[in-house]
């Protein structure tokens, strides 16, 4: 009976860059499916549940939904775009016996998109690739496929994987074709063809039972709940099993509900089959990797494993005049507990204690965007605390210091290729591609240390006028760089707490850029603007006009200020410097000195000096 395949279930992943269509086609398979009632209003982008997720049009956390079709159920699993969640690629692809490529019609595959390919290449898993957007007016469809097959070559693709079936798809309007143009109406070839190409999960209802753990989630009802894929055997309530952990085996645990996935929705059943993806409630203390076995004869499954972090910010309790003004939880105890709770349901993320202070924890992870997808979440559960600056987690090897580097591929104008080139170059990047489609956008793609890339983000849109497309990808470790210059400006900084006047940025325009709207209320320390020079300049931001008894014309009345540049969460983290941190709390976000006191921060750079 061992490694028989099951032919009623498939178990598949969808992969595709940021803004492909991937949440849209999965609509269009719920629909089809027949899953919802004729009259039922379903929302658009329904697996893209979270908040965060709509805003951003990013898939953050993997989720599974499942749909029958002719008898098969088949366990679709949304894995992440973005390399940052990394981390829940790997754990979604541990779910699946295959892959679905979905690719943009004019886009082509991308490099987030390369990521998540590679990862499945190397779990032996066979890929549908899917040409999404066919309806495009600049669609490319041919050479598409062709950059395509080169990927699979370059992520050394064996002979199997590369003779990949291909389908053509306009997700938004539901259809799916074999051939360009055969007269197909509905998703049906698709569904047909994950069928025929993707194999049933290897596994056996007769063997001891083996349910590796790859996500949790919390209910308020059952409290935690593990969901992975059954292995091998089956699960039924009311019976014993040993919980199977890092540290050693846990027997006589017992489930208060087992749960199958129906479309969207966690259906409560009284017993699960090997080769479904489940859920099982009632079982404390589980972790990501643990394997819930049988209680004679366990049989823990290999614990799950995923890439290092590659970047590190220190986390703060909020210290300022302000702190406890608008958040709700803003203790050690609060901050410390929050951030371990995330650790459970995150893999990729690490938390380290600060020796030196207790107020202090360094939180490791894979990118600028998960940090500030972690802060951002934080701060709407109502979380007030201050993050520094993001620094690169280096590496010793033969007696060398490494750091990680990023393979960046760049989308512009042709007539901002020298402005982007320069600087990139001055952050040790080195272009090691261009092309130029002649449609008067050109593609580069370049190397540069992971260092390299925080704070350029927002430099890049601004030196773009906003037109520049620009993706990531980790390409491993290289020997450390040298020096990059950084910010090469300074700050406005606020020298006394009050309220920004008119008066006073109106005065503040010949010196730089302002962050905060007139009526403002800062404390002495909070930076307010961004210097057109370099070194930081303490100004009175709070002063107003002196006033006479003579009656002053109305000119003050209408003074017209340029508007202030309001940073976003991202920018925010990118702007500040080694002695800056920002402080977050549900309805602000503020810049500031990490010492607020002008004097001490003299006689500190004196002391550096």
């Given at each position: ?179 360009l143009n055969d007269g197909s109406q509905d998703l049906r070839p698709l569904f047909e063809t994950i069928l025929n190409e993707i194999p049933g999960p290897a596994v ?288 406005l900084v606020a020298d006394r707490p009050g309220k920004s006047t008119t008066y006073a940025s109106f005065a503040m325009e010949d010196r730089g850029d302002l962050f ?94």
């Amino acid at each position: 009976m061992r490694n028989m395949r099951k032919d009623n279930i498939r178990n598949i992943a969808i992969i595709a860059h940021v803004d492909h269509g991937k949440t849209t086609l999965v609509d269009g398979l719920l629909r089809q499916s027949g899953l919802y009632r004729d009259n039922q209003t379903v929302e658009e982008r329904v697996m893209d549940s979270m908040d965060l997720e709509r805003e951003r049009g990013i898939t953050i956390m993997a989720k599974n939904t499942a749909i029958w079709y002719n008898g098969v159920k088949i366990n679709i699993v949304d894995t992440p775009g973005h390399a940052d969640f990394g981390g829940e690629v790997e754990r979604s692809l541990n779910l699946v016996d295959g892959a679905i490529l979905l690719v943009d019609a004019s886009e082509g595959p991308l490099p987030q998109t390369r990521f998540v390919v590679k990862k499945a290449l190397a779990k032996k898993l066979p890929i549908i690739l899917v040409i999404n957007k066919i309806d495009r007016s600049d669609s490319r469809i041919d050479e598409v496929i062709s950059e395509v097959y080169d990927l699979f070559i370059d992520l050394d693709a064996n002979d199997e994987q590369i003779e990949f079936k291909i389908l053509y798809t306009n997700a938004k309007e539901g259809i799916a074709h074999l051939e360009l143009n055969d007269g197909s109406q509905d998703l049906r070839p698709l569904f047909e063809t994950i069928l025929n190409e993707i194999p049933g999960p290897a596994v056996s209802d007769e063997e001891v039972p083996q349910f590796l753990i790859t996500n949790l989630d919390y209910d308020s009802y059952v409290g935690q709940i593990a969901i992975g894929r059954l292995e091998n055997g089956i699960l039924e309530m009311n019976k014993n099993y040993t919980l199977c952990t890092e540290t050693g085996n846990i027997p006589n645990v017992k489930f208060s509900a087992l749960y199958s996935f129906e479309g969207l929705k966690k259906k409560q059943v009284e017993k699960v089959f090997s080769g479904d993806i489940i859920a099982i409630a009632g079982v404390d203390n589980v972790k990501i990797g643990d394997t819930i076995s049988s209680l004679e004869d366990p049989k823990p499954l290999p614990r799950i494993t995923i890439d290092a972090p590659t970047v590190s910010m220190i986390f703060y309790i909020n210290n300022s005049p302000f702190a406890g003004t608008e958040g709700k939880f803003l203790t050690t105890r609060h901050i410390k507990a929050r951030l371990e709770k995330e650790t459970l349901r995150n893999v990729s993320l690490q938390v380290v204690p600060q020796e030196d202070r207790a107020d202090a924890f360094e939180v490791r992870g894979r990118g600028e965007l998960q940090m500030a997808i972690l802060i951002e979440t934080m701060r709407r559960e109502g979380y007030e605390f201050m993050v520094s600056k993001p620094h690169v987690i280096l590496k010793e090897i033969d007696g060398k210091t490494h750091e990680p580097v990023e393979r960046v591929l760049i989308d512009v104008p042709d007539n901002f290729v020298g402005v982007v080139t320069e600087k990139l170059s001055s952050r040790k990047g080195i272009m090691t591609n261009m092309m130029n489609t002649g449609s008067g956008r050109v593609t580069l793609e370049f190397r540069i240390p992971s260092r390299g890339l925080i704070g350029f983000r927002s430099q890049f849109l601004t030196d773009t006028k906003g037109t520049g497309i620009m993706n990531t990808i980790f390409d491993g470790y290289d020997e450390w760089f040298g020096n990059i210059p950084q910010r090469n400006t300074g700050a406005l900084v606020a020298d006394r707490p009050g309220k920004s006047t008119t008066y006073a940025s109106f005065a503040m325009e010949d010196r730089g850029d302002l962050f905060i709207e007139v009526g403002t209320k800062v404390y002495c320390g909070m930076i307010v603007g961004e210097r057109n020079k370099q070194g930081d300049l303490n100004v009175n931001i709070t002063k107003e006009k002196k006033l006479t008894n003579m009656r002053a014309s109305s000119a003050d009345a209408t003074i017209t200020l340029r508007p202030p540049r309001i940073l976003s969460l991202d920018q925010a983290i990118e702007f500040i410097d080694e002695d800056e941190v920002v402080e977050f709390t549900p309805e602000s976000i503020r810049l500031r000195k990490m010492e607020l006191d002008p004097h001490k921060r003299k006689a500190k750079t004196k002391d550096d000096e």
